[in-house]
């Protein structure tokens, strides 16, 4: 899914939401268990509860990774059946040299070598640009940076000075170098939402992957207050908060409940901005 493609989607479905898939069998409903492949039925009833609420999705690979060899056809399975009006977002925050970053594109961008083709992956800047631009060669695929994260980690080396301001604010100015706001998002933590003032004077076009609401408890009033763009420029992910509202037979219903409540909040901030 391509820029304008996305855009239109926030427009149609007045939603800029993204649900995250980060399933956990200590978490989902014990009835699901008698299905051969549990995770994928609880992501399925995520999915087909909340596709017309949100703009993407993003499976967190840790959690079908953590399964093994299970896990990671869980994750195919997912893939597949994601709808193709949504991005699908794989964060995998990968971070390598040239050769074995080819590798993890390979795995999770060519269909034809591991089974998936995921629009977009989050990947970690440290390694600097030949870390990175593996992903790029995939025409039309997206790169999702971490810039400034929602961890409290995030003041031990993204804080720090480099005399020419933060470290973050290096990597966003390094990394547009790279690619266009076609191609380049980067991730800011919900949690960092005065700082967005800030990360607009620097990456004033992008798309903005904002995780942090929710669980973490990050405002999306406030990151909308700071980091909106004519455009919208933002994707806000919301993983435990929708799809562990609760965990009896209820909980796709109970997903939806807390996906339609969020879609409402970003219908205000969208009219509010005047995008729709
Ligand atoms: O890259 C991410 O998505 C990410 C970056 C970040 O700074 N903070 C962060 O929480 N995330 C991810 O976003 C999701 C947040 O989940 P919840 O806190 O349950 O909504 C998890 O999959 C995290 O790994």
């Known amino acids: 899914m391509n820029r304008q493609q996305l855009i239109e989607q926030i427009k149609l479905k007045k939603s800029f939401l993204c649900v995250g898939l980060d399933p956990d069998m200590e978490k989902i409903p014990d009835f699901l268990k008698q299905y051969p492949d549990p995770i994928f039925e609880f992501n399925k009833r995520i999915i087909d509860a909340t596709k017309d609420l949100c703009v993407a999705y993003k499976p967190n690979s840790a959690f079908y990774e953590s399964y093994g060899v299970k896990g990671l056809q869980s994750l195919i399975a997912t893939w597949k059946y994601l709808p193709t009006d949504c991005l699908n977002i794989i964060d995998a925050k990968r971070g390598d040299i040239g050769n074995t970053s080819d590798k993890y594109a390979r795995a999770f961008f060519d269909e034809a070598t591991s089974g998936m083709s995921f629009d977009a992956i989050t990947v970690t800047p440290y390694m600097g640009n030949d ?104 994707l806000v992910n919301s993983s435990r908060g929708i799809i562990y509202a609760s965990n009896g037979e209820d909980f796709a219903d109970a997903a939806r409940a807390e996906a339609l409540k969020l879609q409402k909040e970003m219908q205000a901030e969208l009219e509010k901005a005047g995008i729709i």
């Open 131 to 234: 870390s990175v631009t593996p992903y790029l060669k995939y025409d039309g695929k997206w790169v999702i940076i971490l810039a400034l994260t929602s961890s409290v980690g995030s003041k031990d080396f993204q804080y720090l000075n480099t005399g020419d301001g933060y470290l973050y604010e290096a990597v966003i100015k390094k990394a547009n170098t790279w690619a266009g706001a076609d191609r380049i998002m980067y991730v800011v933590g919900a949690t960092k939402s005065t700082e967005f003032t800030d990360i607009r004077k620097y990456a004033p076009a992008n798309f903005l992957l904002v995780p942090g609401v929710g669980a973490q408890g990050g405002s999306l009033e406030d990151v909308c207050k700071y980091g909106i763009t004519k455009d919208c420029g933002l």
